[in-house]
């Protein structure tokens, strides 16, 4: 929503705003329009990426983002063929980007999303671990229960008394 209203404001019109992605129908920004848009979107906390490699890593992590935290499917594919699929650019080109502006792997990228995400539904307390470990697509609730030791340093029931989250831009 912010980003939109600082498109309207700019009287530029957009086809699509997306976590990390605008589609603007205008052909062209002038050179003063480019700055003003960008200059307000700084002013908000957001950057507006120039370089290919940044907007590619900005494409993993909103792709990885909506994986782990929104979707309600259940992958049926790996992940290397999902994000190739939904970025329509080959994973080792992803994979090589990505660890070397992040200095972290897309794979652990992932897991730390899925870790937040069981967290937050911890927090909620409404789910069983078992519920969250199928909802999270883990094979098990060991599986599950490892993962986010080797995370946090604590089990989901030690976690669950403590309740400690990071958002999801401090990952």
């Keep these: 929503m912010a980003v939109e209203s600082v498109l309207q404001k700019q009287g530029l019109h957009y086809q699509k705003v997306a976590l990390g992605e605008v589609e603007l129908l205008e ?7 480019y700055q003003e848009v960008k200059q307000a979107l ?12 940044k907007m590619a890593v900005a494409q993993i992590k909103a792709a990885i983002v909506e994986l782990a935290h929104y979707s309600k499917e259940p ?33 652990h990228y992932y897991i730390q999303q899925k870790i937040e995400k069981a967290k937050e539904l911890l927090t909620y307390g409404e789910l069983t671990l078992s519920e969250i470990a199928f909802g999270l697509n883990y094979s098990s609730v060991a599986h599950l229960s490892a993962q986010f ?3 946090t340093g604590l089990t989901p029931s030690q976690y669950k008394q403590n309740l400690q989250r990071k958002t999801l831009d401090q990952i």
Excluded: A, W
Aim: hydrophobic share 30%.
């Design 149 to 151: 030791k080797k995370e």
């Design 42 to 53: 700084e002013n908000l906390g957001f950057e507006l990426l120039e370089d290919k490699r």
């Design 27 to 33: 052909e062209e920004l002038s050179s003063v329009q």
């Design 75 to 107: 992958l049926k594919v790996n992940l290397s063929d999902y994000l190739s699929q939904k970025l329509s650019v080959d994973y080792p080109y992803l994979s090589t980007v990505f660890s070397t502006q992040e200095h972290n792997t897309i794979e």
